[in-house]
Nanobody
Framework: VQLQASGGGLVQAGGSLRLLCAAS????????MGWFRQVLGKEREFVAA????????YYADSAKGRFSISRDNAKNTMHLQMNSLKPEDTAIYYC????????????????WGQGTLVTVSS
């Protein structure tokens, strides 16, 4: 599968953005999907994950209550709805995939897309 993230942009603090991850290939519906983010000079950070059929989700503490992950297997897409954005959410956001061999909480993703930049101004 190949992944491409989009939907980033510049938004004021308190605003919202909806990121899209578009996937190609027939295996999308069998994969656990996740969102990560990275600030220049820092390690990549987990944001959220969703099981292959969308029945289970897992969020980083920083995302709980503000972000929502969803997927549409018929369209090979995944979204990250981000509300109440803060300046500290500024980062490049990446979508990633892994086979459901381990728990959704395991961060052993092996397929990554190009990122999309989210900038939150104060």
């Amino acid at each position: 599968v190949q992944l491409q993230a989009s939907g980033g942009g510049l938004v004021q603090a308190g605003g919202s953005l909806r990121l899209l991850c578009a996937a190609s290939g027939r295996t999308f519906g069998s994969l656990v999907m996740g969102w990560f983010r990275q600030v220049l000079g820092k390690e990549r950070e987990f944001v959220a994950a969703i099981t292959s059929r969308g029945g289970g989700t897992y969020y980083a503490d920083s995302a709980k209550g503000r972000f929502s992950i969803s997927r549409d297997n018929a369209k090979n897409t995944m979204h990250l709805q981000m509300n109440s954005l803060k300046p500290e959410d500024t980062a490049i956001y990446y979508c990633a995939a892994k086979r459901p061999v381990t728990s959704i909480r395991n961060l052993d993703y092996d397929t990554w897309g190009q990122g999309t930049l989210v900038t939150v101004s104060s």
